[in-house]
């Protein structure tokens, strides 16, 4: 566990060694900021049924962002370490693979919940500010920071295998984008194809993000996306787990 | 401290490492000899756990180095080729998370980091950040990081590729002060170095262990590259033939420049033509200049066993 510790305590701290952590917090804080303000001026506007944390986390402007923090969160990683070489050094290390694994990932994850958790600031101000509730249930902001928290381990987990496939830490971004990309239109295939059949609607709301984020903010928890996304994470990190042992035995 | 049975490493198209056995005892500084690509690193990588070997076996201090390979490089310190290192963080920061990593108790981090420093001559520098170090000072780093956890075995490949001869000279002293109380397996290929340092060593050429020995045996066991260089003023013609001629003289090269003569005379295992050189030229009045038997070195018997085939 200490081992773990060790390496989950560099890992986070490696984002901070870069200027790109500092870069990354910033444009993220303005964006996530701005996406506040529109999601309480679009209420401002006329009578609407929806909460002020729906209308949150339901815009493209929340969803432009989000889908691309992931590449610049994990490119690093593995790429970094594959290209300059210390990957020998960590390996040979007294560590398993499976602790650089998950201490790779949970360091990812952790710099994402860092990224985020400014943000329930907002909602805490909101209410200070204007007396008015921002959910009608805790079990709506509980939902959407569940459901925030499990979409980005899977897709943190799939920029961790982009990065552990390659030297080159733009080929992992652009690759982790497309992955992301590819899983996120999947899930929008349910608006934009014409009246499909209901087992076809059923299959690509598994995939859709927005659908589950829709559900979630209303404080609607379901249990079909959080087994989707814990076992895709699972899924994601063991074939990590091989990738890294296969580009490190191939060495 | 290690023991290699029969190892093999096989690549897909090639062998790299073809069935290896040799042993290294506790307190040797051995050091591991080939051409490029001839296997050093493959060996030294499944050493320390890096490589799955195909086939054989080998262990570190008893243990298996891939049944028990935790515990295996629990005993090591290795520093691989070109020294990897996080340019991005600093010297004294590097080595406490390497010493925490490799199962330092906390309370001893500080005073084992403060040790490896003054070992290796980085207090200066302990606040530098790796990246703005030059490649000696690197070097320096990566030893510190191989010696933090006070392993019994270094395995060190190739640690002073790329360093000029002053940060040769002190990363050899240091490698031999680290050689009283532990055991070093090196790689590198250059040979006074060998000679200086290692009590034994072991050549390996396309994957395979052509000697295992002690630098003194290997040269006496490779007479036959010796060498008689012979400088005559205004030689004689027929002298080219009088040398081959002699006994134990495998062929003679001749190179003129405008006056003198040098012939290089190339003599069979345990022969020695000298005192037969000087009499002949004492007969002839040859006019000697100067006349050297150059002893084999290590270099002629790792050119000797690592060419060809």
Redesign the interface.
């Known amino acids: 566990m200490r081992t773990f510790l060790t390496l989950l305590g560099r890992e986070v701290k490696s984002f901070f060694y870069s200027p790109i952590a500092y870069v990354v917090l910033f444009f993220f804080l303005v964006a996530s900021g701005f996406n506040f303000f529109s999601g309480v001026s679009f209420l401002n506007q006329s009578p609407s049924e929806v909460t002020v944390v729906e209308s949150a986390f339901n815009t493209v402007l929340f969803w432009f962002p989000f889908v691309l923090i992931f590449p610049l969160i994990t490119m690093r990683t593995y790429a970094d370490e594959f290209r300059m070489g210390t990957i020998e050094t960590l390996a040979t290390a007294p560590v398993s693979d499976w602790q650089i694994v998950l201490a790779k990932f949970f360091g990812a994850l952790f710099f994402y919940i860092l990224l985020w958790a400014p943000s329930f600031l907002y909602f805490v101000a909101f209410q200070e500010i204007t007396g008015k509730q921002a959910a009608l249930a805790a079990g709506a902001f509980g939902g959407s920071y569940l459901l925030l928290l499990l979409i980005g381990a899977f897709y943190v987990a799939l920029g961790c295998l982009a990065s552990a496939l390659t030297n080159e830490q733009i080929n992992a971004a652009v690759m982790t984008f497309v992955a992301i990309f590819g899983f996120f239109v999947t899930g929008l295939l349910g608006f934009i194809l014409n009246s499909p059949s209901q087992p076809v609607r059923e299959i690509i709301s598994y995939f859709s993000a927005v659908e589950h984020m829709a559900d979630f903010s209303r404080g609607l928890i379901d249990s079909r996306p959080l087994v989707w996304y814990i076992s895709m994470t699972v899924f994601v990190l063991f074939i990590n787990l091989q990738v890294f042992q296969y580009r490190k035995w191939k060495a | 401290m290690i023991q290699v049975v029969n190892l093999t490493k096989r690549y897909p198209g090639f062998t790299a490492v073809r069935d290896i056995s040799f042993q290294v005892a506790k307190g040797e500084v051995v050091g591991f000899l080939g051409p490029n690509g001839a296997g050093k690193s493959t060996t030294m990588?499944m050493l320390?756990?890096?490589?799955?070997p195909t086939s054989g076996h080998a262990s570190i201090a008893g243990f298996d180095i891939f049944e028990q390979s935790?515990?295996a490089?629990?005993h090591l310190g290795?520093l691989?080729e070109?020294t990897?290192?996080?340019?991005?963080?600093r010297v004294h920061e590097y080595l406490r998370?390497?010493a925490?990593?490799?199962?330092v108790e906390g309370s001893k981090i500080k005073e084992r980091v403060g040790d490896v420093l003054e070992m290796c001559d980085l207090r200066e520098k302990e606040r530098a950040l790796i990246g703005t170090l030059s490649k000696g000072q690197r070097q320096r780093v990566g030893l510190a990081?191989a010696l933090v956890h006070d392993p019994d075995l270094l395995i060190l490949d190739e640690p002073t590729i790329g360093l000029d001869p002053n940060q040769i000279r002190q990363v050899r002293e240091l490698i031999k002060n680290l050689a009283n109380r532990r055991t070093v397996l090196i790689s590198t290929h250059i040979l006074p170095e060998v000679e200086m340092m290692c009590s034994r060593v072991v050549v390996i050429h396309k994957g395979r262990i052509r000697a295992s020995d002690t630098p003194e045996n290997l040269l006496q066991k490779h007479r036959s590259a010796g060498e008689v260089r012979l400088e005559l003023h205004s030689a004689p013609a027929d002298s080219l033939e009088k040398l081959s001629a002699l006994a134990g003289v495998k062929d003679v090269q001749e190179k003129k420049t405008e006056a003198d003569s040098l012939f290089l005379l190339r003599t069979e295992a345990e022969a020695d033509p000298t005192s037969e050189i000087l009499r002949l030229a004492q007969d002839r009045h040859w006019d000697v200049r100067g006349l050297v038997r150059r002893k084999p070195t290590l270099e002629d018997v790792f050119v000797d066993l690592t060419q060809g085939d």
């Open positions: 990588r320390t756990g890096y490589l799955p935790l515990q490089r629990q290795y691989p070109s990897p290192l996080y340019h991005d963080m998370y390497r925490s990593l490799k199962g990081d």
